[in-house]
C-alpha cells in the first residue's frame, strides 16, 4: 500500500468515526461513553487473540480492525470533549517509544533482550518518579493468571526471585503438601488460600520455562472442548445420553479424541 493511499484511508476511518458520533449519526454510538465502551474493548482484544491463536490472518485483519475501532471511538469522545485527539495519541506514543528505544533512535549500544527489558524500565522510572512501587501501574482487572505473572516478572527485574527452576518445582511440592493438610482440616478459608498459593507459585514455574499461563491454559481448554465434543458427538451418533454410559466408557471414548489427535499430528 502506498503511502498516500495509508493516509487517505485512515483519514477515512477517523471521518466515519466523526460522522457516527454527529448531530445526525447512530443513537448507539452518540450514546457512548469511556466507560460503557470498556466491555467491548475487553471482549474484541480477547477476539483478536482467538483469531491470532488459530493463525487466520483473515479473521487477524477483521479483529485488528475492531480493536482500532475503540481506540477511534475513545479519541473522538475525547476530542468533543476537547481533552485530546487521535493526534495526540499518536504524538504521545511516537515520542515514549523513541525515549525507551535509545540503541535505535540515540547512541546507546545494546545487543541483548536481557539488557534491553533492564534499560526500559530504568527509563519508565525516570518518567514516572512519583510511583513508589515497582508494581504499581498493574491494571487491577487483568485475568488472575495474567497478573501474576506480570507482578512476578517485575518483581525478578529487582532480584526478587529464585535462582534455578528446580527450587520453583520444590516450592509448588511444598504448596501441594500444605493444600492437602488444610483439606484434611477441612478448613475453607485455609483451603481457599492455600490453593491460591498452588496457582501462584505454578505461575512462577510456568515463567522459568519460558511458558505464558495465562496462553497455556487458554490451550488446555480449547483442547478439552474439543475431546469433549468428540464424546458429544458418539453420543448423538448412537442415541444415547451421558446418564446412560458408564464412566468407563466415556473415558474410552476420551482416549479415542486423544488417539485421533496423536494420529493426525503424525
Known sequence: MSDKRKIETFLDIV????????????PWDKKQSHKSLVPYLI???YELVEAI???????????LGDVFLQVLFHC?????????????VFETLS???????PHVFGDLHVTEVKTVHANWEKLKKKEK?????????????????????????RASKVGFDWEEKKEVLEKI??????????????DKDKIEEEFGDLLFTLVNYARFLEVHPEQALQKTIVKFLRRF????????????????????????SWNEAKRNEKEQQD
Not at 176 to 186: G, N, P
Not at 235 to 252: A, I, P, Q, R, T
Open 76 to 88: 473522538q469522545i475525547a476530542e468533543e470533549k476537547e481533552e485530546y485527539d487521535i493526534a495526540d
Open 15 to 26: 471521518g466515519v468515526m466523526q460522522r457516527l458520533r454527529s448531530e445526525d449519526g447512530c
Open 43 to 45: 471482549e474484541e482484544a
Open 53 to 63: 491463536e488459530e493463525e487466520d490472518p483473515k479473521k487477524v485483519r477483521e479483529e
Open 173 to 186: 511440592r511444598e504448596e501441594i503438601e500444605e493444600l492437602k493438610q488444610a483439606t484434611h482440616d477441612h
Open 95 to 101: 515520542t515514549k517509544l523513541k525515549y525507551r528505544h
Open 129 to 153: 518518579p512519583e510511583k513508589k512501587s515497582i508494581l504499581e501501574g498493574i491494571p487491577k482487572h487483568l485475568p488472575a493468571l495474567l497478573k501474576a505473572h506480570r507482578i512476578q516478572s
Open 229 to 252: 465434543r468428540h464424546i458429544e458427538n458418539e453420543l448423538y451418533d448412537k442415541n444415547v445420553s451421558f446418564s446412560e454410559m458408564s464412566l468407563e466408557e466415556l473415558d474410552s
